[in-house]
Nanobody, 123 residues
Framework: QVQLVESGGGSVQSGGSLSLSCAVSGYTYCMAWFRQAPGKEREGVAAIDRIGRTKYANSLQGRFTISQNNAKTTLYLQMNSLKPEDTAIYYC????????????????????WGQGIQVTVSS
């Protein structure tokens, strides 16, 4: 029933930038970006709730910024100073639980996921 549509992925050279977007239907309480690199488990990248509280993975070192539109219907991820190790499939996650927290990347039993979008960073 709930649909998440991701866009903005692609290929970029090391040091470059990319912006990802995720459009979601329905009322969300918390939204997050995850990624899964080859041979690795899916990991949380960044998360944000309706009042703008944010969480970032420790490994990002300030390179990524998560944001959302005022209606909370579109999620963004600005990625700067990209490194080859950022290469992964990136997934958008929306949580529909009222008490979902960005500090655990919006974990809940009522979530929807995007289809995933490829980000490739070449050296």
């Amino acid at each position: 029933q709930v649909q998440l549509v991701e866009s903005g992925g692609g290929s970029v050279q090391s040091g470059g930038s990319l912006s990802l977007s995720c459009a979601v239907s329905g009322y969300t309480y918390c939204m997050a970006w995850f990624r899964q690199a080859p041979g690795k488990e899916r990991e949380g990248v960044a998360a944000i709730d309706r009042i703008g509280r944010t969480k970032y993975a420790n490994s990002l070192q300030g390179r990524f910024t998560i944001s959302q539109n005022n209606a909370k219907t579109t999620l963004y991820l600005q990625m700067n100073s990209l490194k080859p190790e950022d290469t992964a499939i990136y997934y958008c996650r929306a949580s529909f639980a009222q008490y979902a927290s960005p500090y655990d990347y919006c974990s809940s039993s009522t979530t929807s996921w995007g289809q995933g979008i490829q980000v490739t960073v070449s050296s």
